[in-house]
């Protein structure tokens, strides 16, 4: 899908990898618009939006829908960390923040993912293939290799790469891809205040290039899984070939 003249919808927006690829989809000729819980939109206009509200996204998605016609491209990158092991020597898992990053990972995303492409169906077939619409969802490598202590992400991470292929499935019938970004360490505000020689350790597992990604990059594959119809129910991996160890060497990372 060309991204020049579609509206486009990044949740999780307002910073980091949303931001990038927000940015990356405005200056492709995309008009866009940010979901956040806060912050302003770095291209285009910003829906203030709780993604673990129904009644909340659904006001965001009308409100697109009435500004600009049509939704054509979800990124769907509204997410939060957390790690918690199973069970440690004072109990067990935390369950009310085990039931927090699903929340907010996996059921608001596959609600947003619902509600946006209910109304891309709607949307009049463009280009060659006659696509309707283009979602892409944010994963993580822990969708894959799930570290020490990250329950609760991995379980979101794994889920929701697992349902890409599903909802492209689901989709197809009417014109509409679904695909995946898997980043490995990227370097965004959530690990700006992470100790140096602890990025060392989290980046000494990557093949090549040895550094954190750019939320750019991130932006440039959210660009191209847009622009290439042929990719469909793919979820691909942005880490430099980084394979992470089970735990980390660091007590208290």
Not at 141 to 148: D, L, T
Request: charged share 20%.
């Amino acid at each position: 899908m060309e991204p020049r003249g579609k509206v486009a919808v990044v949740t999780g927006g307002n910073s980091g990898l949303g931001e990038a690829a927000a940015v990356a989809l405005a200056k492709a000729g995309a008009t866009v618009m940010t979901c956040d819980v806060s912050g302003a939109a770095p291209a285009g206009e910003t829906i203030l939006c709780d993604v673990t509200d129904p009644d909340n996204i659904a006001v965001a998605v009308e409100q697109v829908v009435r500004h600009h016609g049509r939704i054509d491209i979800l990124v769907n990158n509204a997410g939060i960390g957390g790690v918690s092991p199973i069970a440690t020597e004072d109990g067990p898992i935390d369950l009310a923040s085990f039931r927090r990053i699903i929340e907010v990972n996996l059921i608001g995303a596959t609600a947003v993912a619902g509600a946006v492409a209910h109304r891309m169906i709607g949307n009049a077939p463009a280009g060659p293939d006659g696509e309707r619409g283009v979602i892409v969802n944010t994963c993580s490598i822990a969708s894959f290799e799930g570290q020490e202590g990250m329950s609760a992400y991995t379980a979101a991470k794994s889920a929701l790469a697992a349902l890409t292929l599903v909802w492209a499935r689901d989709l197809s019938r009417h014109g509409i891809r679904v695909n995946g970004i898997a980043p490995g360490l990227m370097d965004t505000p959530m690990v700006a205040g992470l100790p140096p020689e602890f990025l060392a350790e989290l980046t000494s597992d990557c093949e090549f290039p040895k550094r954190a990604g750019r939320a750019e990059e991130f932006g440039a594959v959210v660009e191209f899984l847009v622009r290439t119809p042929l990719i469909n129910g793919e979820v691909i991996r942005l880490d430099a070939g980084a394979r992470p160890p089970a735990r980390m060497s660091m007590e208290g990372y």
